[in-house]
């Protein structure tokens, strides 16, 4: 063997290595959570010890943004194969198609798994920046499919459609396991038509709702409970697990933290109960835009107007699904099926407009998990709306749900 080829042996098998290590890392993040994947446990499942594992990574940190990078890398070049196509629809309707593709793969053992992204916020530097600004590359890249744009206006159109879009299929492996790999064309082709033409037939208007929030209890102290869990779950979202530290909360309040600590054990309770206040507000949005009556579609609509300002525009935002990374297991499984019951009310609500009229005939099932994502992705455009102004950003982002990626609803919201 030549000096030459066996160099390239030695940098195929160090590169085989390192991959089966991202690997193992993407598995264990995905089953377990960022705090899951050990050197141990990744070492476990390659059949290496932790020195071979230190010898490719340092540290953990280094392994989950190398398995962070590998996978955005993979979103990337879907995103840059899809530019190729002609037009807009035609780009929205390949990239689907490459990602029912890759997942379909996936699930039959056929391509390297994908990391769920839920944790780069808890990453620390230069980690986390360097992971955030690929996400941001893969985000203009999806943004340009819509075309040039005139005015900022435009541009904030197509900013708003590019965040949904990655998100939508960012918590598509989270409903798609409740189908058969079998039904995966299906599926597909239902997506696409949500992504196409909303749920509302053309014409129709945004019933809008400002939320009302819960009333305090009685004996409740100024700074109570639910003032703290709104302060950790804007911490949490922002600074990721690790930056939501009780002192940080209970700094941003001004009090001590003594006092909260009769009802949170841990961090890991800390996040369970912003999921829950979280999911408390949904499910009144739900209750009070269904009381005011009138159509299906006005009761949804409202709903959905109500939370995307509460995500936009209020203290206590709903908690974002990246916190789901830090949780365990068994705890990630509460928090997903509390969200999966939340999604059929929305469901159920598609299926009355259907018989109805006042809702396009769509899977509701699809649509409703369609709809828990574009929620969830609104707490990052905050910058986004202030910009726009709270009556106009709401209706530009509802109108994407109502009428698709690709009408000028959008535009003329």
Not at 21 to 38: E, S
Request: charged share 20%.
């Amino acid at each position: 063997m030549t000096e030459t080829a066996a160099l390239e042996s030695k940098t195929a098998k160090f590169q085989a290595r390192r991959d089966r290590l991202i690997d193992a890392a993407a598995t264990l993040i995905n089953q377990h959570g960022l705090k899951g994947m050990t050197f141990a446990n990744v070492a476990a499942l390659v059949d290496m010890n932790q020195n071979s594992v230190a010898y490719y990574f340092k540290r953990k940190e280094m392994l989950a943004h190398a398995a962070y990078v590998e996978t955005l890398g993979r979103i990337a070049a879907k995103v840059a194969e899809a530019a190729t196509r002609p037009d807009p629809r035609a780009r929205l309707r390949h990239y689907l198609h490459l990602v029912f593709v890759s997942h379909r793969r996936m699930l039959l053992g056929q391509d390297r798994p994908m990391t769920v992204l839920t944790g780069i916020n808890s990453l620390p530097e230069p980690y986390r920046g360097e992971t955030s600004a690929l996400y941001q590359s893969v985000l203009r890249g999806m943004r340009d499919w819509f075309g040039p744009t005139a005015t900022p206006a435009e541009l904030a159109v197509n900013t708003a459609r590019a965040h949904v879009v990655l998100e939508s299929v960012l918590w598509q492996p989270v409903w798609l396991r409740l189908h058969a790999v079998e039904e995966f064309d299906r599926v597909e082709r239902r997506m696409f038509e949500l992504w196409e033409h909303g749920v509302a037939p053309l014409g129709s208007a945004l019933a809008t709702m400002s939320f009302s929030p819960a009333p305090a209890s009685a004996g409740r102290s100024e700074v109570d409970g639910d003032a703290f869990l709104r302060a950790a779950t804007r911490l949490i979202n922002r600074d990721g697990y690790r930056g939501a530290s009780v002192d940080r909360i209970a700094s941003e309040l001004n009090v001590t933290k003594g006092s909260f600590y009769h009802h949170l054990e841990g961090k890991d309770d800390l996040v369970l109960a912003c999921f829950g206040r979280s999911y408390d507000t949904i499910a009144r949005a739900q209750d009070d835009a269904q009381a005011a009556g009138g159509t299906m579609w006005d009761q949804l609509s409202r709903a959905i107007t109500a939370l995307i300002e509460v995500q936009f525009f209020s203290d206590g935002p709903l908690m974002r699904t990246t916190a789901l990374a830090a949780l365990p297991a068994e705890h990630r499984g509460e928090v997903i099926a509390q969200s999966n019951i939340l999604a059929r009310r929305f469901a159920g609500m598609i299926i009355d407009g259907i018989s109805e009229g006042s809702i396009t005939a769509v899977d509701p099932l699809i649509a409703s998990q369609w709809l828990m994502s574009m929620l969830n992705r609104a707490v990052d455009l905050h910058d986004w709306a202030e910009r726009l102004g709270r009556e106009r950003s709401v209706a530009t982002y509802a109108a994407i749900f109502a009428h698709g990626l690709l009408s000028d609803a959008a535009r003329a919201a």
